[in-house]
């Protein structure tokens, strides 16, 4: 089994920043695809950025790309999301996931993804 943790949501006014983690416990291992979804209120979840060390490559969604960015620590268990410029469709409920299997054509597909953490708000105000 693997537990996320994520921390660091919180409230931010656009054109802010704020840096989210998620600390990855129990059989992740380096080699586990780390990912960042959102949902925002009454829209369906969606990709955000993906960490994979075994293509040593991030991938992120348009909406966020040049202004968001994934990294992992150096045992590869804890994934950050720094965040910004953020605006306020930024909004969301930002959770992270991690898979150990998965292909390289569905990174950015939520069903992919076998262990979720609880989730942490971020609102962004105009």
């Known amino acids: 089994q693997v537990q996320l943790v994520e921390s660091g949501g919180g409230l931010a006014q656009a054109g802010g920043s704020l840096r989210l983690s998620c600390a990855g416990s129990?059989?992740?291992?380096?080699?586990?695809?780390m990912a960042w979804f959102r949902q925002a209120p009454g829209k369906e979840r969606e990709f955000v950025a993906a960490s994979w060390r075994r293509h040593s490559n991030t991938y992120y969604a348009d909406s966020v790309k040049g202004r968001f960015t994934v990294s992992r620590d150096n045992a590869k268990t804890t994934v950050y999301l720094q965040m910004n410029n953020l605006k306020p469709e930024d909004t969301a409920v930002y959770s992270c996931s991690a898979s150990a299997r998965i292909i390289l054509s569905s990174v950015r597909n939520s069903g992919q993804y076998a262990y979720w953490g609880q989730g942490t708000q971020v609102t962004v105000s105009s």
């Open positions: 129990g059989e992740i291992s380096a080699n586990y695809v």
